[in-house]
Nanobody, 124 residues
């Protein structure tokens, strides 16, 4: 069983930065992904880090702005978000794939464990 707890969300102006944390109990040597869900939309895949620390990005819109990395000593995966834009506003969730699927799954139902989410709001 893996338990995930996100933190680090908040309100930031456009062009600003935030670092989200996903603390895992039960180990983090899984594929860990970040999803986001804006109001009235479906949850969408943003980025993931495989259990071998290879990043997979959902779209060009976050490449170069978002970075995912892992600290094994703290059992935490981070999402560094730079140059934030109002369209990045959403609840951000981290998820774990304990079966190390290849390729990295991009649909919600393929992930085994979820955190409670953290709100990110970017003002213009």
């Amino acid at each position: 069983q893996v338990q995930l707890v996100e933190s680090g969300g908040g309100l930031v102006q456009a062009g600003g930065s935030l670092r989200l944390s996903c603390a895992a109990s039960g180990g983090i040597r899984h594929t860990i992904g970040w999803f986001r869900q804006a109001a009235g939309t479906e949850r969408e895949f943003v980025v993931a880090l495989t259990w071998t620390d290879i990043p997979t990005y959902a779209a060009d819109s976050v490449k170069g702005r978002f970075t995912i990395f892992r600290d094994y000593n703290k059992n935490t995966v981070y999402l560094q978000m730079n140059s934030l834009q109002p369209e990045d506003t959403a609840v951000y969730y981290c998820a774990a794939d304990s079966s190390r699927k290849v390729p990295v799954p991009r649909t919600v139902e393929m992930w085994d464990f979820w955190g409670q989410g953290t709100q990110v709001t970017v003002s213009s």
